[in-house]
């Protein structure tokens, strides 16, 4: 028998030689794999971009939240109640306030344009846009406070837009004040802009993981994992605290819908092309609405007044039309509405959703687009069931689809936009249907207009941020080929300020005339030949650079298709 001592030492001989033979294998592991990613991450400053990014996502869903307020006690003042869904209130307020309010907050909408924002217009989601590819991530705390007020104050008295786009650049110019006071490098500060944006569309629409996918694919363009964390405790920190402040159920509460048949498919294609008809009509009457704005030279304070006025007529008609809009997008997906009603409503809000844009009110399309979708998917539902009654969902299933194919055509933003509908709905089982009717909307809508509409909107200030026949064209067309030029040569004499009046090259190309346009506000700029020059030769109409650009896309294509 061998001795128990014996075998202890036997033992621990084994256990020494075991490990000196794996504790190197361990030490080459750690240096050659973990050690670099550690020091990596330390000189990233890993744990600090968490952490601000969770600070950004509290700002920003504690301002989302006083933006709402604000909205509230702003339509205190004419419908006597802060609740959010102002239909049922409508009709115990008098029928001439549906037409003097909208007048009234934009007297005050024009006198914020006209004093406080240099460029004439509250800022938006194209504004971030913007920042984020051209701007260093800078933006304007002052322009992004009174952009916010103004959209507050024209939400409030009845303007028909949205709440979202506001929120989206409040969320933005938080997150850009708050990543000045750090060190990090350029690529961070993307992140915390993008952190600023998720946080904003989590806490406004109740829904973190459509913020997390908005803000990588509206903002960044692209999926990274080095943005997903911060991007995510953003989101959620967001939610979070909007959730404790106002609870965590979606913002439509609605039946349970299903699908009755696969048959149906078709008819959810067809939606899908329906949807993406009414998302091109919408967005040629904002640029149609905005162009006819511009082409009337008039006082910047006297554009929302007359905007107003003009809602205000609509509202008389149709009062479901002012604000928001949630709670007639409510009764749509809960199927309150006649048919007759829900293609009117279309017409109407259409209408006055451009003419509160191009009347410089504020506000976001995402509202309008969630609006006129459930109104777009409700009509068609009604007229399935009436063709096909047998194997028909409810028009409220309809709904929901034509709300995420509207939305997600518009906003060029198909996969969060879908998760958006998802978090807003609960409707998780429709998801099939609602890929299939999103993707069919949003293909045909980008091969007809060719982007989305915050593109649009960057492209008439000059700034061309994706490929094709646009870019070049940018480059080459210029002031020379659209100005108007005059007979006789006039002085170039100083404004009353005493400072030299901004002026165009006539040798300038159409971004950077675009950008001219839309940096001071003007409708029209005189043209000079070079900055030495004393001498106007001409004057440029912003919207006559409008008329060239869009010639010139239309030859383009033309060339490109025959």
């Not at 509290?58 to 959010?84: D, M, P």
């Not at 070049?472 to 404004?495: C, H, K, M, Q, W």
């Not at 020059?533 to 004057?539: A, K, T, V, Y």
């Not at 440029?540 to 030859?555: C, E, F, P, T």
Request: charged fraction near 15%.
């Amino acid at each position: 028998m061998v001795p128990r001592r014996s075998l202890k030492n036997r033992a621990r001989r084994v256990y020494i030689s075991t490990l000196q033979t794996i504790k190197p294998a361990y030490i080459e592991l750690y240096y050659d794999r973990i050690a670099p990613h550690l020091k990596t991450s330390s000189n990233n400053n890993l744990i600090t971009l968490w952490f601000l990014a969770l600070l950004i996502g509290v700002s920003v869903g504690a301002a989302t939240l006083l933006f709402r307020y604000a909205i509230g006690a702003v339509q205190w003042l004419w419908i006597g109640s802060t609740e959010e869904a102002i239909g049922s209130l409508l009709a115990d307020t008098p029928r001439y306030m549906f037409f003097l309010a909208p007048i009234i907050g934009g007297i005050i909408v024009g006198q914020i344009l006209h004093h406080f924002i240099e460029a004439k217009r509250p800022h938006t989601v194209a504004d971030v846009i913007e920042a984020k590819a051209i701007k260093g991530c800078h933006i304007d705390t002052r322009d992004g406070l009174w952009s916010a007020i103004v959209a507050a104050v024209g939400l409030g008295f009845g303007a028909s837009a949205g709440r979202e786009g506001p929120v989206v650049h409040l969320g933005a110019t938080l997150a850009s004040l708050l990543s000045r006071a750090s060190t990090f490098t350029h690529e961070h500060r993307r992140i915390f802009l993008a952190s600023g944006v998720a946080a904003a569309v989590s806490a406004s629409f109740n829904a973190p993981i459509a913020g997390v996918l908005f803000a990588h694919e509206v903002i960044l363009a692209h999926y990274g994992l080095t943005a997903f964390v911060p991007i995510v405790l953003s989101s959620v920190a967001g939610s979070i605290i909007v959730r404790l402040t106002i609870g965590e159920f979606p913002a439509f509460l609605i039946p349970e819908y299903s699908i009755t048949s696969y048959w149906e498919f078709p008819a959810f294609f067809l939606l899908g092309l329906v949807a993406a008809m009414v998302s091109i009509i919408f967005q040629l009457s904002l640029s149609t609405a905005e162009r006819v704005a511009s082409s009337f030279e008039m006082p910047i304070w006297l554009r929302p007044i007359i905007g107003g006025a003009l809602v205000g007529l609509i509202a008389l008609v149709f009062p479901e039309i002012l604000g928001v809009g949630y709670d007639t997008t409510d009764d749509a997906l809960k199927q309150n509405l006649s048919l007759i009603l829900l293609f009117s409503l279309l017409v109407a809000k259409t209408a006055a959703t451009a003419i509160t844009l191009a009347s410089r009110f504020g506000g976001g399309i995402f509202s309008p687009t969630l609006y006129l979708g459930a109104c777009t998917g409700g009509a068609y539902g009604l007229i399935a069931a009436a063709a096909f009654p047998e194997i028909a969902s409810s028009n409220g299933l309809y709904a929901i689809l034509g709300m995420g194919a509207v939305a997600a055509a518009t906003l060029g933003a198909p996969i969060s936009t879908t998760m958006i509908v998802f978090e807003l709905t609960g409707g998780y089982t429709l998801s099939i249907a609602l890929l299939l009717t999103v993707s069919i909307s949003t293909a045909l809508t980008q091969s007809v207009l060719g982007m989305s509409f915050f593109h649009w909107q960057l492209s008439t200030r000059g700034i061309f941020l994706f490929q094709g026949p646009h870019k070049e064209i940018a480059r080459t067309l210029t002031v020379s080929d659209f100005y108007t030029p005059l007979e006789n040569p006039e002085p170039l004499e100083l404004g009353e300020d005493g400072k030299t009046p901004p002026t165009i090259r006539i040798t300038d190309n159409i971004e950077h005339c675009l950008r001219a346009f839309d940096q001071h506000g003007l409708p029209s700029l005189p043209v000079i030949i070079d900055k030495t020059d004393s001498e106007i030769i001409g004057h440029a109409k912003h919207v006559d650079a409008l008329d060239a650009y869009n010639q010139s896309l239309i030859r383009a294509h033309e060339e490109e298709h025959h």
